[in-house]
């Protein structure tokens, strides 16, 4: 028999299975198969696909496979639903929200089982994190529903929503999707992933039992090709997405010029960043929450320990230690860390990568131990001897994989941290807070935890920077999401313009028929006039068709010199607001000390009556000076979370912004869009009218005295189209607004799939003298997330 100090030394823990009896008994019940959910009940099974047990293999339920037909089904029961749904009180949406909570709540610990028989995460997470953090979503967005029509004026719902969810949080995906859509006034089709549709039914039933109106949410089960009818489906007004980069790629192509609204979760290889300062023992406890919770299939994982160079290897130490003592096996048992990987096709994937890893030099290290006998099962796996470059420092393996590398300096570490095509997240660990929050305010990630790790609430924004998509989930920026501005009020008068069709003349020179100086207005790239790389022109046309003035042909090259440009004075980011509202108000004085000229300008190429003209400059200073008191005001949020943190929700520039300006309002539209970029801290390369550039070129000499920093503002004249497809192509631009027509608009967001940049597309005629607010500056901004915790 063992003695107790035996026990205390090996610390073995004997089996504590948590009971799936009421899981069996609910799927035998349904042992003929689950149909859709739509509105308001289950459809009749159509042709299945398995559902299994990852820890076991054995077959758990059928699923109906749905075809677009079904989705058609499902998306009309959710058109149908919407008006009396949107036109709810929010404080009768709230209570159907705080229903659905407390029935989440009712059912906590089946739901639990559920999710780790169908996942195979650990019982312990799905019932300690996954299920009260549905609770969570369901309450904090009971509350927005009560507050959306205040806290939200001139806003409305989006419509019908199609939600595509992942794997690896099947249920707490589906709240962080159902509920703030809910709370805005949308009604929902929501697809959740193959491997692990069982607990999104079993939220189904919950809607039943709560008593929410029909067509409010509705499921349809499926793989990639049912997800991909949604995203087709034409009356479908919003896709919210989480999964692979991949697919979140295809997304963006196939919803291009649909008008959808879009915001998509992708995926990430996020750094987990240990300073020689760190409490190495509360760090390796941080790592095994970074890539071991949840099996390390987690888009925010720590998959990447930076560790400084002069205590690496005594941490790795001491990660072995752990890891020797982390417990791999049966989700259902209490005492289990690390559960079974959701697929065969995961577990290939993962072992694919990780051969391929070792076949270019890295090392890998696990603690001894057997792997259960049957089921998915990868052990917690460390890696070392990797480069920067190398498959494993670069791919999401989506697994249970660390691997590590080292740095020397505070600057090395991040530049490591963002040697990275992704954005999500990332964990820093020092005892010195200016080190921290140096590091959480220069690393590109949209959420940051201090010291901590793998922290979530509903209450704080949720989402990436760069090829991690774009789009929040969670607190105020999230529910933002599930909304649109309504219409500005005024109607404008003016009538798209056609793009001009543009003539290239060779050279340099006097506009045809007018005086013999050189009047060809150039680029402005860097702060400097530059010559165009194509050495052509083009004639600037009034209304009668007389040449006004000559203008350069910009293209591909000179978009990349002013890009370049751009990337290069991103001081201009880090310098303080104030600052740069003592720029734009001296930006605003210079063009008013110039009215005059502007506005005959104007006159003389758009044939504006003398008031118009006068009126649109006049606007367009109010509107610099609106964005300059902007500047230092536009701030963020301290996100009510856990107790013992301050969540900082912090509006950062996208860095580089790519700017189509419309043709008609030559300089209001200019100013509209430049001015709120720049003011939030970006800098950006405009194209402006391409019919009327002269107002653009004239400001060089505002840009100019009134201390704008060079390459902060870049201007290229030339073809619309050719412009707005050489910045959607760039992958140096950050984000992309683009005013003009739909064909445009739709070449633009397919363009920007390749690095997934954030675009705000709009169709001319608008407004100008309306187009200002807020909403300009959300959208030259992005919500970065930073979790300080506080307290010994
Ligand atoms: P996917 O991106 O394929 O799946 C996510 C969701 O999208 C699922 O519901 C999926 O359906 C659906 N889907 C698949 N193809 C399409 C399509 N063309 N149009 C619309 N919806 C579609 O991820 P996988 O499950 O294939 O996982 C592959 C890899 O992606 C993982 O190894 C991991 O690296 C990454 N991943 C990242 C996640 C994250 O949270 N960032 C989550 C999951 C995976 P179905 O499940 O039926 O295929």
């Keep these: 028999m063992a003695k107790i100090t035996d026990i205390l030394r090996t610390m073995e823990y004997g089996p504590s299975p948590e009971s799936d009896e009421h899981v069996r008994a609910w799927l035998a019940s349904h042992r003929d198969g689950f149909g859709h959910f739509v509105s308001g009940r289950f459809l009749k099974p159509g042709a299945l696909f398995d559902v299994n047990n990852p820890a076991t293999g054995e077959r758990i339920a059928g699923v109906t496979q749905g075809t677009a037909a079904d989705v058609d089904a499902a998306v009309r029961a959710a058109r149908k639903a919407l008006p009396k749904w949107s036109g709810l009180s929010g404080d009768a949406r709230a209570r159907h929200l705080y229903a659905l909570a407390r029935h989440v709540q009712k059912r906590e610990r089946f739901l639990a089982v559920l999710e780790s028989v169908d996942n195979g995460k650990p019982i312990r997470e799905s019932r300690d994190i996954d299920v ?347 529910l933002a999401e599930y909304l649109v501005a309504d219409a500005p009020k005024g109607r404008t008068n003016a009538k798209a313009l056609a793009p001009p069709a543009l003539t290239a003349l060779p050279g340099q020179g006097p506009a045809p028929g007018a005086d013999a100086i050189d009047r060809t207005a150039k680029l402005y790239i860097g702060g400097k006039q530059a010559r165009p790389d194509s050495g052509y022109c083009y004639a600037v046309l009034d209304p009668k068709g007389a040449a006004v003035g000559l203008a350069g042909l910009g293209n591909r090259k000179d978009v990349r010199n002013a890009v370049e440009a751009a990337t290069k004075a991103s001081s201009w980011g880090a310098a303080t607001a104030h600052n740069r509202a003592q720029v734009l108000y001296y930006v605003a004085e210079n063009l008013e000390a110039r009215a005059t000229e502007f506005a005959e300008r104007l006159r003389a190429m758009t044939g504006a009556s003398l008031r118009e003209a006068r009126e649109e400059v006049e606007t367009a200073v109010r509107r610099t000076f609106y ?108 984000a992309l607004w683009y005013v003009g027509s739909a064909e445009g608009a739709k070449a633009v967001e397919a363009a920007s799939a390749a690095n997934l940049k954030a675009t705000w597309t709009r169709q001319a005629p608008l407004d100008w003298r309306e187009a200002q607010g807020r909403e300009f500056l959300r959208r030259a901004t992005q919500v970065k997330n930073i979790w300080t915790p506080y307290g010994e």
């Design 132 to 478: 009260p953090l549905v609770a969570r979503h369901f309450y904090h967005h009971a509350g927005w529903a009560s507050l959306t029509a205040s806290e939200f004026p001139g806003h409305r719902p989006v419509g019908v929503c199609g939600q595509i969810i992942p794997w690896n949080f099947p249920l707490l995906m589906l709240a962080w999707k159902i509920a703030p859509a809910l709370a805005a006034g949308n009604t929902v089709v929501l697809k959740p992933a193959e491997f692990t549709p069982l607990t999104a039914l079993a939220f189904a039933e919950i809607c039943i039992e709560a008593g929410l109106p029909p067509g409010v949410v509705n499921i349809v089960t499926g793989d990639g090709s049912t997800g991909a009818a949604l995203v087709a489906h034409e009356a479908v007004d919003k896709i919210a997405f989480t999964g692979s980069t991949e697919v979140g790629r295809a997304i963006r192509q196939a919803t291009a010029g649909t008008g959808k609204k879009l915001s998509l979760e992708l995926g990430g290889k996020s750094p987990f960043v240990v300073f020689e300062d760190a409490d190495l023992d509360s760090a390796v406890e941080g790592v095994v929450d970074a890539i071991w919770f949840n099996q390390g299939e987690v888009c925010c994982a720590g998959s990447r320990l930076l560790a400084a160079e002069s205590i690496a290897e005594k941490l790795y130490a001491k990660l072995r230690a752990r890891m020797a003592h982390l417990r791999v096996g049966d989700p259902l048992d209490k005492s289990t860390d690390v559960g079974a990987i959701v697929a065969p096709v995961q577990l290939e994937r993962i072992t694919r990568l990780v051969d391929q890893g070792v076949r270019e030099g890295a090392k890998i290290w696990r603690a001894p131990g057997a792997l259960p006998e049957r089921g998915c099962f990868y052990p917690p796996t460390l890696v070392t001897d990797v480069e920067p470059a190398s498959t494993l420092a670069r791919e999401e393996i989506f697994g249970p994989v660390l691997v590590t590398m080292t740095f020397r300096t505070p600057d090395e570490a991040i530049a490591l941290a963002n040697n990275s095509r992704y954005g999500l997240s990332a964990s820093v660990w020092t005892e010195n807070v200016n080190r921290a929050l140096e590091f959480a305010a220069r690393v590109k990630a949209g959420v940051v935890w201090i010291n901590s790790t793998n922290l979530f609430d509903a209450a704080a924004g949720f989402g990436g920077y760069r090829e991690s998509g774009f789009g929040r989930e969670g607190g105020r920026e999230g």
């Design 627 to 734: 964005y300059a008191g902007f500047a230092d005001k536009y701030d963020g949020a301290v996100h009510a979370t856990r107790t013992r943190f301050v969540t900082l929700a912090m509006n950062e520039p996208w860095g580089v912004m790519g700017l189509v300006c419309p043709n008609e309002a030559p300089l209001l539209g200019f100013v509209s869009l430049v001015m709120p970029a720049i003011a939030m801290g970006n800098c950006v390369v405009v194209a402006p009218s391409a019919a009327y550039p002269l107002s653009a070129t004239d400001f060089y000499s505002v840009l100019d005295t009134s201390d704008v920093p060079a390459g902060v503002v870049n201007i290229v004249t030339g073809d619309s189209a050719t412009l707005a497809k050489a910045l959607a192509d760039h992958d140096g631009v950050d």
